[in-house]
């Protein structure tokens, strides 16, 4: 059973540097969603994909983030310029048409210097 | 930001105990989740309750829902140490297509 996993699951870069994260959904799921998480409160929601369509971007999503789906499979969310702010986990979900349940990966934890 | 509030923020109790959590959110919803997360992990999906529930039960679990007074609560009854984890409510707005909306989260410690 492949859960949804994430690459890297660490990443440490400095202040302005670009950053690129994975994330591998559950098969035949067609909807992925990224949530950013800081220390002590909740994930908020950042962008939804159904298949290649990138559906909603959250105000948090600032233009210095682009996420893909390019073949509605896997998904890259990238960070340009990244800056002390953006330090933070992030999680990938995926969930089938049919369901409302979101099956999360473990996540990508962001350390900005 | 985030959806509503959670309380408590943090519960200690000891195993064989119950313990109970509130959650409060502001829009119409379709339905509300609760999610568990272990330390510096992923979260994983507890229990669904919809708009028009009032209760469900899960195993040790139990959810409550008043729309009128739009809130949740969440009982895990005879705790157990492994029970030990940051519980979190999510939301589904009635205009929503699935987006989660996350309150701040309860930290549980249930000690032997």
């Known amino acids: 059973d492949t859960g949804v996993s994430q690459n890297p699951r660490h990443k440490i870069t400095k202040r302005g540097q670009n950053v690129t994260f994975r994330c591998d959904p559950i098969s035949e799921h067609n909807r992925l969603y990224w949530y950013r998480q800081t220390l002590g409160q909740g994930p908020e929601f950042l962008t939804y994909?159904?298949?290649?369509?990138?559906?909603?971007k959250s105000r948090l999503l600032s233009d210095r983030f682009s996420a893909e789906r390019p073949k509605g499979s896997f998904s890259t969310l990238e960070i340009q310029r990244t800056e002390q702010g953006d330090s933070a986990m992030y999680l990938c979900?995926?969930?089938?048409?049919?369901?409302?349940?979101?099956?999360f990966g473990p996540g990508t934890r962001l350390l900005v210097l | 930001s985030q959806q509503g509030e959670e309380d408590p923020q943090a519960l200690s109790i000891q195993e064989g105990e119950n313990a109970t959590m509130n959650c409060s959110y502001k829009?119409?919803?379709?339905?509300l989740q609760w999610y568990r997360q272990n330390s510096g992990r992923g979260l994983v999906h507890l229990i669904l309750i919809r708009s028009n529930e009032r209760e469900k039960h899960s195993g040790r679990l139990r959810v409550t829902l008043d729309t009128s007074k739009k809130s949740s609560s969440l009982l895990i009854t005879a705790s157990r140490a492994a029970d030990t984890a940051s519980y979190f409510c999510?939301?589904?707005?009635?205009?929503?297509?699935?987006?989660?909306?996350f309150g701040a989260g309860t930290q549980v410690v249930v000690t032997p």
């Open positions: 829009t119409s919803i379709n339905n």
């Open positions: 994909f159904q298949n290649e369509a990138q559906l909603e």
């Open positions: 999510a939301t589904v707005a009635t205009d929503s297509w699935g987006k989660l909306q």
């Open positions: 979900a995926s969930s089938p048409q049919s369901q409302e349940t979101q099956y």
